[in-house]
């Protein structure tokens, strides 16, 4: 099955500053790649995702850069604020009737005034 | 996108009691998901709930410990059954409304403390 890393488990930066996490992949059939936002106490959140025809997206302050021949992609928060402060999660899947996405064991990410 | 409720938001059970967690989806959804998120830890798929069928369990989760009801394509329940103080944890409910596409929603979750 699909097996996903995630680093770092912790990040922390000041505010401003870029925070980059970065996540492997396993299975090369995964097509579907998505970032969850989770704040404290609340639940995962879709925060931007790439599909495996697409090697870069961008969305405001965030972006992420998939390398499938590498089999990792990168979550990329620019100018980073501390309402940016949360745990993400990155998962693989691959689209279709047997989706079963695998998760990352998440970043948290601290982001200091 | 879906809008998706759980009962209750949290709840204190005492060991060796059940407790069935209710999701609600606002539209019909194909797939539907049952998690298990330890404080500080990823999310631990528990099965996926089949509308008329029974649940696919992911291994080391077992039918007569979480039992699932699928009745219908927008409405799920997650039973956790002779509770004991390993199960305190969140339960999460999710949705994937397009397989094709795979974004997936999250309810807000169960909080379960097992005293």
């Known amino acids: 099955g699909e097996n996903v890393e995630q680093h770092p488990s912790t990040l922390s930066v000041q505010e401003g500053d870029s925070a980059v996490i970065k996540c492997t992949y396993s299975?090369?059939?995964?097509?579907?790649f998505p970032w969850y936002k989770q704040e404290l106490g609340k639940r995962p959140q879709l925060i931007i995702d790439?599909?495996?025809?697409?090697g870069e997206k961008k969305d405001q302050r965030i972006a992420v850069t998939l390398n499938k021949t590498a089999k990792h992609f990168s979550l990329h928060i620019t100018e980073t604020q501390p309402e940016d402060s949360a745990v993400y999660f990155c998962?693989?899947?691959?689209?279709?009737?047997?989706?079963?996405?695998?998760f990352g064991r998440g970043t948290s990410l601290i982001v200091h005034p | 996108s879906a809008v998706i409720s759980q009962k209750p938001s949290r709840d204190i059970c005492q060991r060796g009691t059940s407790l069935t967690i209710q999701c609600q989806v606002d539209?019909?959804?194909?797939?539907m998901f049952w998690y298990r998120q330890q404080p500080g830890q990823s999310l631990t798929l528990i099965a996926t709930?089949?509308?008329?069928?029974?649940?696919?369990?992911e291994s080391g989760f077992v039918i007569d410990k979480f039992p699932i009801s699928r009745p219908n394509l927008t409405f799920s329940t997650l039973t956790v059954s002779n509770m004991s103080p390993e199960d305190s944890s969140i339960y999460l409910c999710?949705?994937?409304?397009?397989?094709?596409?795979?974004?997936?929603?999250f309810g807000p979750g169960t909080r379960l403390t097992v005293t």
């Open positions: 998962a693989a899947s691959k689209t279709g009737g047997s989706y079963i996405p695998t």
């Open positions: 299975d090369s059939a995964s097509n579907y």
């Open positions: 539209s019909q959804v194909t797939m």
């Open positions: 709930a089949n509308q008329g069928s029974e649940a696919t369990y």
């Open positions: 790439i599909r495996s025809n697409v």
């Open positions: 999710s949705v994937v409304p397009g397989p094709l596409l795979g974004e997936q929603y």
